[in-house]
């Protein structure tokens, strides 16, 4: 027989309340009932948690529930004054920002270009600002997803070096909250994981193409960032005839390819697939070589981790590269079997990772605020 749980009340009311601003965030307004049976709390229980929160401001009323038999019964839902996260991501030419609110709504987005010669952080804090002054509401954290490693205390490395974390350190001064920078292919594989093409698979590896080659691993259901945040840093995976340290697919490799076959050198890997699938056979030359070289990341990764998987994300996802991938990885078939997936969400999928670790996070900071009692005053 199972023992009642034992302890002070005040850990039993955190420990429900969490529980119900846990439903109410999943699920949306509900009535008594609906809590109860989503929560296993007797109605004692959900009737005097709901009035704890009432008065702390966490959660108001949300109209009635009409639609089932009896009378009408009263719902009720986080409150819309809880404050938003920003979720944000940053690639070489661009930010876009979203703010969402503790159940994952969207509530303000833009997006804009940087500035020539302007700054990152100020940039990023006018839409961040922009946003805030749309939704009408308090900004708690942001989650930040830039190319580049990741270090645990969050610096970013990158072409430019290593910045000891100058950037997270300016933005949150910027921002007056807590920010927190995420690898952006990392986050991309975390939307896979959670709600795309990685969602019924236990271990997969995300390969995504923007400008250069990044991959996202996940291992028994986890992303796995590695212990300096290296972890998925596939581009310089050495090949042959390929000199060691030289990068596998990147801009500069597919304007060398490009010259190779007599193509405009300044055009853009998308307008090489575009040709290609118009039937130009130069631009196919261009499509197969990169497609071989992601094949032969795809099977070095798989020889050290046999995921279930690999997911084509950005331009990777291109249905002409998907093909071409498919094709060539046909040829080493009975060497090494591969098995490859199309993103869910595109070049979406780091936005849409960012998105979701913003609103997890924004649950667990709201909660924390609104759970934790006050600290006695000693005399």
């Known amino acids: 027989m199972s023992r009642p749980l034992a302890g002070p009340q005040s850990l039993l009311r955190t420990l429900n309340g969490r529980a119900i601003l846990e439903a109410l965030a999943r699920s949306g307004p509900q009535t008594r009932a609906e809590l109860m049976s989503t929560t296993g709390l007797s109605r004692t229980a ?40 920003a979720a944000v991501h940053v690639d070489h030419h661009a930010a876009h920002v979203v703010l969402v609110d503790p159940a994952g709504t969207v509530r303000a987005e833009r997006h804009a270009a940087f500035p020539l010669n302007g700054d990152r952080v100020a940039h990023i804090a006018e839409l961040v600002d922009a946003c ?19 270090t645990v205390d969050g610096g970013i490395r990158d072409d430019q070096g290593p910045d000891g974390g100058a950037f997270r350190t300016a933005l949150a001064a910027s921002l007056r909250c807590p920010v927190r920078i995420e690898n952006d292919v990392n986050l991309a594989a975390l939307a896979e994981l959670t709600a795309g093409a990685g969602s019924a698979l236990t271990s997969f590896a995300l390969l995504l193409l923007d400008g250069g080659l990044g991959g996202g691993i996940v291992i028994d259901g986890a992303l796995h960032r590695g212990f300096s945040g290296v972890a998925g840093e596939v581009m310089y995976l050495p090949q042959t005839p390929l000199p060691i340290g030289a990068p596998v697919v990147s801009e500069a490799v597919v304007h060398d390819l490009a010259l190779g076959v007599g193509r405009d050198v300044h055009a853009s890997l998308q307008e090489h697939l575009d040709d290609a699938g118009s039937g130009d056979v130069d631009a196919q030359k261009i499509v197969d070589e990169v497609a071989r070289r992601i094949v032969l990341v795809a099977g070095s990764v ?8 690999f997911i084509l994300s950005g331009t990777a996802a291109h249905p002409v590269l998907v093909d071409a991938i498919a094709r060539i990885a046909d040829d080493y078939a009975a060497q090494l079997p591969l098995r490859f997936r199309v993103s869910s969400f595109g070049p979406e999928a780091p936005l849409v990772g960012a998105v979701g670790e913003a609103a997890t996070a924004l649950r667990g900071e709201v909660f924390t605020r609104v759970l934790t009692p006050p600290a006695k005053s000693g005399r």
């Open 46 to 85: 959900v009737t005097q948690v709901l009035r704890m929160l009432e008065g702390a401001g966490a959660v108001s009323a949300a109209g009635v529930d009409r639609d089932t038999r009896g009378p009408a019964a009263g719902r009720v839902a986080l409150h819309p004054r809880l404050g938003f996260a």
């Open 302 to 309: 798989g020889l050290v981790l046999d995921p279930e998987a």
């Open 132 to 150: 805030r002054r749309s939704a009408k509401g308090t900004v708690h954290l942001a989650i930040v997803g830039v190319p580049g490693i990741v």
